[in-house]
């Protein structure tokens, strides 16, 4: 959501598959009850933006979350220990459970807060942040 101060996921989609043509990426889609579903992306995955202007497949195939090993998280902010702070509907942290194994990289433009105070056990960890003046290690 670059008009929401967001990273633009798709030129990084495009590096990385220049770099590894045989990488699978997934996106996601927002489902009721504060939930993901993720599509793979590829030439038949369809996408539109839905009620909050983010862009997401309507229609594709599914992807297998027990595959994924890196997830990119854009945000708004974060902080030095790996709090982040996103639209505050719990969808990433809710999905971000389920992948223990991923690495989680958050993707910033801004630098960090010292510390996000309001954090909770509920909130995920990053393991790292990228932003355009450090990449940050958690």
């Known amino acids: ?66 595959a994924v090993d890196l997830v990119l998280v854009p945000l708004i902010s974060f902080d030095r220990v790996g709090h982040r702070i996103g639209y505050g509907k719990g969808f990433y942290d809710r999905f971000l459970k389920k992948v223990p194994q991923a690495k989680k990289v958050g993707l910033a433009l801004t630098p960090p807060l010292d510390i996000i105070e309001y954090s909770n056990e509920m909130d995920v960890k990053l393991n790292a942040c990228v932003s355009p003046f450090e990449v940050y290690d958690f």
């Open 1 to 66: 959501m670059t008009d929401k101060h967001e990273v633009d996921t798709y030129s990084i989609i495009k590096v990385a598959r220049e770099l590894n043509p045989d990488i699978n990426v997934a996106i996601c889609k927002t489902l009721p009850k504060g939930e993901l579903s993720h599509y793979i992306l590829n030439d038949r995955t369809r996408i539109e933006k839905n009620k909050w202007g983010i862009p997401e497949p309507v229609e594709g195939e599914a992807a297998d979350i027990e």
